[in-house]
């Protein structure tokens, strides 16, 4: 089973995974990679508004491949 690795990519830098995880493919790994964006995303959002988060997907063969949420927050004035 291939190993992929999630590197995040916040306002702190990059954070390169040295470790990994076995998936089937990187069907898979997007999938997984998806749902830990969206927790990071939720936990940042609560801690410190942060906005920018991103994971990059590594694996040596069908890699690699980007996921990014940006949300930006604008006041308008009435």
């Given at each position: 089973?291939?190993?992929?690795?999630?590197?995040?990519?916040?306002?702190?830098?990059?954070?390169?995974?040295?470790?990994?995880?076995?998936?089937?493919?990187?069907?898979?790994?997007?999938?997984?990679?998806?749902?830990?964006l969206?927790?990071?995303?939720?936990?940042?959002?609560?801690?410190?508004?942060?906005?920018?988060?991103?994971?990059?997907?590594?694996?040596g063969?069908?890699?690699?491949?980007?996921?990014?949420?940006?949300?930006?927050?604008?006041?308008?004035?009435?």
């Amino acid at each position: 089973m291939p190993r992929y690795y999630f590197d995040v990519h916040d306002r702190q830098g990059v954070h390169r995974d040295e470790v990994g995880l076995d998936f089937p493919d990187m069907d898979a790994a997007i999938l997984e990679a998806r749902r830990a964006l969206a927790d990071m995303t939720r936990e940042s959002l609560v801690i410190d508004g942060a906005t920018d988060l991103s994971i990059l997907i590594r694996d040596g063969d069908e890699g690699p491949v980007n996921l990014a949420v940006t949300m930006t927050t604008e006041r308008l004035d009435e």
